[in-house]
């Protein structure tokens, strides 16, 4: 079946720091990628997407490729505010019988100090 | 209109009570979802409708009722809960219904319903 590995938080970082949350995935066939953002005490949004290899999601500044060879969709952002601190999940559909079924990684907690 | 709007927000009730989620969005989108999510966790899917038909249920106790009125209303029946169950109660929508592959727009969220059972 698919599934989504995230690179285990928390994750601290001073403000205007360099970020990286890596994400891999295992999928049959061409998975649509996700990276997802829940503020505290909110729902989840969607931060970017990219629905085939080589394709950039890019958002607010964040960034992230989808790698067909690495099978990997990390996230990036060059300079990191306070108010990026969140839960960041990643996440895939797949194609088939799956649907569009939704799969989550386990999520990565960023906090970001001023 | 590109939200999913959830009431009430927050919701204490007790393990006899019978209350209702409700989830509504105006996107057109045909699959609605409920997702339930504990803290420091990702979302677990409990259910999916489909072109307001009932195509997925991923095994959840019948002390949840789904219930999809219309297009763009989804509801969630509670009644006998357990305080296990107090959780964030997420609802999503998509312009893709389930089961018909690709997914690539991925899925609009609600800020979700905090629920507390005692």
């Known amino acids: 079946g698919n599934s989504v590995t995230q690179m285990e938080g928390p994750v601290t970082l001073s403000e205007e720091a360099f970020l990286t949350i890596n994400c891999t995935y295992t999928?049959?066939?061409?998975?649509?990628l996700f990276w997802y953002v829940q503020y505290p005490g909110e729902g989840l949004q969607l931060l970017l997407k990219?629905?085939?290899?080589?394709d950039k999601g890019s958002n607010k500044g964040f960034e992230a490729t989808y790698r067909k060879e690495t099978t990997s969709f990390h996230l990036e952002k060059g300079s990191v505010q306070v108010s990026d601190s969140a839960v960041y999940f990643c996440?895939?559909?797949?194609?088939?019988?799956?649907?569009?079924?939704?799969?989550f990684g386990e999520g990565t907690q960023l906090t970001v100090n001023p | 209109d590109t939200e999913v709007t959830q009431t009430p927000k927050h919701l204490v009730m007790g393990m006899t009570n019978k209350k209702s989620l409700k989830c509504e969005q105006h996107?057109?989108?045909?699959?609605m979802y409920w997702y339930k999510q504990k803290a420091k966790k990702p979302p677990e899917l409990m259910f999916v409708?489909?072109?307001?038909?009932?195509?997925i249920n991923e095994s959840v106790p019948s002390r949840f009722s789904p219930e999809c009125p219309n297009s763009s209303l989804l509801n969630l029946h509670l009644h006998a809960l357990q305080p296990e169950d107090s959780a964030l109660y997420l609802c999503?929508?998509?312009?893709?219904?389930?089961?018909?592959?690709?997914?690539?727009?991925?899925?609009?969220f609600g800020s979700g319903t905090r629920l507390t059972v005692v």
């Open positions: 409708y489909s072109y307001e038909k009932l195509s």
């Open positions: 999503a929508s998509s312009q893709d219904s389930a089961g018909q592959g690709g997914g690539e727009f991925g899925y609009t």
């Open positions: 990219a629905t085939k290899a080589d």
């Open positions: 996107m057109g989108h045909r699959a």
């Open positions: 999928a049959t066939g061409y998975p649509s």
């Open positions: 996440a895939l559909t797949g194609r088939g019988t799956s649907g569009s079924r939704l799969t």
